[in-house]
Each structure stands twice: as C-alpha cells, then as structure tokens.
C-alpha cells in the first residue's frame, strides 16, 4: 500500500509537502507512512485518501490456484496458463493442506453453486471430509456446512474420484 500511496502522490505531481498540508498532517507522519515506518490511524488514512481523490474499499482476495491445485484440488486450466488439474508437488503433508485450505477458506466459502471452482472445492473438501477426517475436523466448522449445503445442491462424484487418487498418491 505504501508503494500505491506514494505512487498516487506523485501521478497527481504533488510534493510530500503539499499532501500532508492538503490532508492536514504533518509532514514528518506522511513520511513515515511512506517509509513504512508509521502505523497511521484509520482517520489519517481517510484524509490521505481524501486528499489524492482515492477510494479505499475492501475486497476478499482471488483464490490461490496455483496452491489450491499443489494439494490436489481439480481445477484444470483455471487462472492459469498450465492446462493440467494439478501440479505436481513433492509430498503433501496434512500440515500443508491444512493451512492451504485456510489461507483461502474465506473465498472457498463464497463460491457461487454454479461455478465450476465451487464444483471443484467441494468435491475436494468432499473427498477430504469423507477419507481424512482429522484433517477436515481442523478446518473448523465453516467448511462442514457448506459441504452439507453444497452435496444437496450438486454431486460432483467424477471429481470426488479425481481428488481421492491424487491424495492417496501424494498424502
């Protein structure tokens, strides 16, 4: 963000001096906040953005693909330019998928039912749930739902195959 900030500053040709003036903060803050330095307060931030006419908005991040299909979810060619489902990765641990599966449960979560990445994950977390259950038990309680509301909706069992061969060559 620091690099985007003094990036913006520079496109609208104003000095560090003119920005902080123009936000109502002292210079030596805004170059703080721009050596990433500062740990500056929501407020500040907002007068910043203000100040360089930006908007700041939140967003969930993209699924990691190439990570998701390192522990052996199918998703063949998505955001990607390899057209395998996989790649091929040294051996897996529980460990690694466990903490892949929670670096992008809070996207997995928000699939749409119609897309082929939900088809994907849920037969993933599908075959994961039914054959690695301690494993699925870490993953908390989000997942165990919505495998439960997506199985009603769809039966994705070619995929299920997919994944259980790849994880019992590679977990």
Known sequence: MVEKLKLARKTAGLTQFQLAGAAGISMATL?????????????????????????FTLKPKDLDYERLRS?????????????????????LSSSIVIDTLKANMAQILNLSESSREFKAMLSYLWAIKDHYPKVFLQLGTGPKSWVERGLESTQPIALRRIVLSYLGEHL
């Open 31 to 55: 170059q703080n906040i721009e050596a990433g330095k500062a740990n500056p307060e929501w407020s500040t931030l907002e007068r910043l953005f203000a100040a360089l006419s930006l908007e």
């Open 71 to 91: 522990i052996g979810v199918p998703l063949i060619g998505m955001e990607s330019k390899q057209q395998s489902a996989f790649i091929k990765a040294p051996k």
